[in-house]
Nanobody, 120 residues
Framework: QVHLVESGGGLVQAGDSLRLSCVVS?????VGWFRQGPGKEREFVAG????????FYADSVKGRFTISRDTAEAPVFLQMDTLVPEDTAIYSC????????????????WGQGTQVTVSS
């Protein structure tokens, strides 16, 4: 059984930073962060392989967000800098057996999510 637990969300002001954490139990998986804003579809944010190599990002967060993990067993972090109100969403991490994918349906295990709210 695979479990993912996110933490680190909160209420911040525009321009601030937050770091989200995703703890994955079970075997090593490739991990992605997704978010769903109010009235919006869930969208891909960033992904990283099980070994922590070759992170990839959605264009909307490239240069502001950084995904990282030290080992396959370590938590996956999402460092979010220069936050803007449009980043307000529930952020969820998900695990996949296929690397370098941004499609939701290719991620089979999901966490409950953590709320990020950015005020202007």
């Amino acid at each position: 059984q695979v479990h993912l637990v996110e933490s680190g969300g909160g209420l911040v002001q525009a321009g601030d930073s937050l770091r989200l954490s995703c703890v994955v139990s079970g075997r090593a998986y490739h991990v992605g962060w997704f978010r769903q804003g109010p009235g919006k579809e869930r969208e891909f944010v960033a992904g990283i392989t099980s070994t922590g190599s070759q992170p990839f990002y959605a264009d909307s967060v490239k240069g502001r967000f950084t995904i990282s993990r030290d080992t396959a067993e370590a938590p996956v972090f999402l460092q979010m800098d220069t936050l803007v109100p449009e980043d307000t969403a529930i952020y969820s991490c998900a695990a996949s057996t296929i690397p370098w994918k941004n499609q939701r349906h290719l991620y089979h295990y999901w966490g409950q999510g953590t709320q990020v709210t950015v005020s202007s």
